[in-house]
């Protein structure tokens, strides 16, 4: 396959989960501030945890939460908002039309198109929390759709695999970020006593809320959740179910570069399959959250150098 069609491929997946997962971040940061009376505190984090702190402060100086759902939302001027990453899949598949299905081309352009639609009609102009919680829903709607859809219709070829490692990869770096930011903010209050709905909001922004119940049947702990986004591999957005699937779609893109990209995948992948969460934990969750991170970080420039459109 040529360097430039995969890499097309590879990031129309990319920003299309990584829009999913801002919409994600914001639902449950709006539903939080809701719930502890306004608080901005949730902004901070949800900044924080897209590394988009600085540029919002460049333009906006002080945290406050219209500002940042419409910074984060549908900012156009902000490269990683959900509106311009929904762009940027739309021109990355108009780029590889010929290779992707006519449904998959479909799927994206008509999510673009309809996203535009609503920022111009009515998320624009609407107070944060009416038109926007709306807003979050749909744009996960569609991405599960856009799932669905290349999986459904295309050939399980390379086209097909790099959209895929995309996918896994961008999904990956989210919930370490997640878990990393939202961690060290929240578990001296579960061991103070305090209420568990803070643990239950960041379970549900990573659609585990209910799966959390099914494996543990107990009360929410800290621990338990951080094994949950680590460590189970039967968790769709597990660290592990994720670089399992990375390291299976290397290995099978393979080319005569790439040996040790699949390698260093290989070794993420053995030290979430055989770890225990008393060792992570014991050693400190940030400082492991940290290094996958930077493994994660590794990868995609791997995979850039190995398979990808060269930087310029």
């Keep these: 396959m040529l360097s430039r069609t995969a ?6 997946a990319r920003y299309t989960e990584r829009a999913e997962n801002i919409a994600r971040l914001l639902d449950v940061s709006y539903r939080m501030s809701l719930q502890l009376h306004g608080s901005d505190g949730y902004w901070g984090a949800a900044l924080g945890i897209t590394g988009l702190e600085d540029a919002y402060k460049e333009h906006h100086g002080r945290i406050d939460a219209a500002q940042v759902l419409r910074f984060m939302a549908t900012d156009m001027g902000n490269p990683s908002s959900i509106l311009s990453c929904l762009r940027a899949a739309r021109e990355n598949c108009h780029a590889v039309r010929g290779t992707v299905t006519s449904e998959v081309w479909e799927t994206i352009n008509t999510t673009w198109l309809e996203a535009r639609a609503m920022i111009a009609g009515r998320v624009q102009a609407s107070t944060p929390g009416s038109d926007l919680t709306g807003y979050f829903e749909w744009v996960k709607f569609r991405s599960h759709l856009s799932r669905g859809v290349t999986v459904g219709t295309m050939l399980q070829d390379e086209a097909f695999h790099f959209i895929r490692l995309g996918t896994f990869l961008e999904r990956a770096d ?35 809320f209910e799966i959390y119940r099914k494996v543990y049947r107990d009360t929410i702990t800290p621990s338990r959740v951080a094994e949950l986004l680590i460590l189970r591999e039967d968790m769709p957005r597990s660290l592990h179910a994720c670089i399992k699937e990375v390291h299976n779609i290397l290995q099978l893109v ?56 060269p930087a310029t």
Excluded at 7 to 12: E, G, K, N, R
Excluded at 194 to 205: K, N
Excluded at 265 to 288: F, M, N, P, Q, V
Aim: charged letters at 25%; glycine letters at 6%; zero cysteines.
């Design 174 to 208: 989210n919930t370490a970020r997640l878990l990393d930011v939202k961690y060290d903010e929240l578990a001296p209050k579960a061991e103070a006593g305090s209420e568990f709905y803070e643990w239950s909001a960041l379970l549900r922004s990573v659609s585990s």
């Design 254 to 309: 393979a080319n005569g570069r790439s040996t040790e990209t699949t390698r260093r995948a290989g070794e993420a992948y053995s030290k979430l399959r055989y770890g225990r969460i008393e060792d992570t934990l014991a050693t400190g969750l940030h400082r492991y959250l940290t290094d996958f991170l930077v493994s994660t970080l590794d990868l995609g420039n791997r995979i850039a150098a190995d398979f990808l459109v």
């Design 7 to 12: 890499d097309s491929l590879y990031w129309m």
